[in-house]
């Protein structure tokens, strides 16, 4: 495994495998990496012959109520994960590298990195409501710091997890109106034993803490159980869902039944769907998701 902090240095190395057709995978992380990241290495070891993975924990997406300094770092743990996985490439550049040209205030990039005749993107629609509410200017750092990425790697797959699953679809939406040379692969969601949704977080929980958090993904599956009977209303399931998640989580910041495409919120049943919640449990901000589809 080559590791790699130059974004030049990285772009010249995938160029010259390209000119031997070699097909590259791309997974962008923040590091801290459990099963669920590791799941879309594998995923791109088996579809492509080059996978290279980034580990940038990226400032320009916490906002000012979030610690930017204390996002886990733990980066010899995290290549050694790699190197068993025999990831071509590691990519772990500096802040500078990635943003020379500077960054604004709290952090916020001040030239996003957009193609100048983008002036329909649809993308900001898709970052306005569930976490785009609750996280101002969150998914202009995503959009910013993996268009960057991109523009470094060039022509790739591109693997995202479904547990983000709003940034996974604003992403995806980014990636269209952009026109940029990837394919988006959306990974479905990696659980603990008990259900709770993998997560960097998950290890700031305490064990009552974590008892409790479990029960989000069980609400979540009764509700889409409920769902599929389609015997009480898509809002009293709701109702009820929320009621039931409040027994256990200390707050609920949403949960939302959406389209799984425009995000749009819901108010019949329709072929597919998606609900989407973020709780807090103590004070670790936990989200998650589950896809319902009527045969």
């Known amino acids: 495994m080559k ?8 772009h010249q ?36 012959d080059v996978t290279v993975v980034s ?3 990226n ?22 994960l790699l190197q068993r996985l025999k990831v071509d490439f590691l990519f772990c550049p500096s802040v500078r590298g990635i943003y020379p040209e500077g960054l604004g205030k709290r952090g916020q990039t001040i030239t996003p990195c957009l193609p100048p005749f983008v002036s329909n993107a649809k993308w900001p629609r898709l970052a306005k409501g569930l976490c785009g ?22 022509s790739c797959r591109l693997y995202l997890g479904a547990k983000d699953y709003q940034q996974a679809v604003v992403i995806r939406q980014m990636v269209k109106d952009y026109g940029l040379n990837a394919r988006v692969r959306i990974q479905p969601i990696v659980r603990e034993k008990d259900g709770l949704a993998m997560s960097s977080r998950n290890r700031y929980l305490s064990q009552e803490e974590r008892l409790r958090a479990r029960k ?28 039931e998640l409040k027994k256990h989580v200390g707050q609920v910041q949403y949960l939302e039944i959406v389209d ?6 819901l108010k019949k049943f329709q072929r ?5 919640t973020a709780c807090f449990v103590g004070k670790t901000r936990l989200i998650d998701n589950v896809i319902i589809r009527f045969p």
């Open 3 to 10: 590791i790699i902090k130059s974004p030049k240095i990285l």
């Open 13 to 48: 190395e995938l160029v010259k495998l390209r000119l031997r057709d070699s097909k590259v995978g791309f997974v962008p992380t923040m590091g801290a990496l459990h099963d669920g990241h590791l799941s879309l290495v594998r995923a791109s070891n088996r579809e492509n």
């Open 55 to 57: 580990i940038f924990v």
């Open 59 to 80: 400032p320009t997406q916490f906002g000012p109520r979030e610690d930017f300094s204390k996002y886990p770092r733990v980066f010899g743990k995290d290549k050694k």
């Open 133 to 154: 509410k609750f996280r101002p200017g969150h998914f202009q750092g995503v959009v910013t710091v993996v268009s960057k990425l991109l523009n470094i790697v060039g």
């Open 216 to 243: 989000i993904s069980q609400v979540l599956f009764a509700l889409k159980r409920d769902v599929l009977k389609r015997e009480k209303t898509l809002n009293v399931l709701k109702n009820q869902t929320l009621t």
């Open 260 to 265: 799984p495409v425009t995000l749009i919120r």
């Open 272 to 276: 597919g769907m998606a609900a989407l």
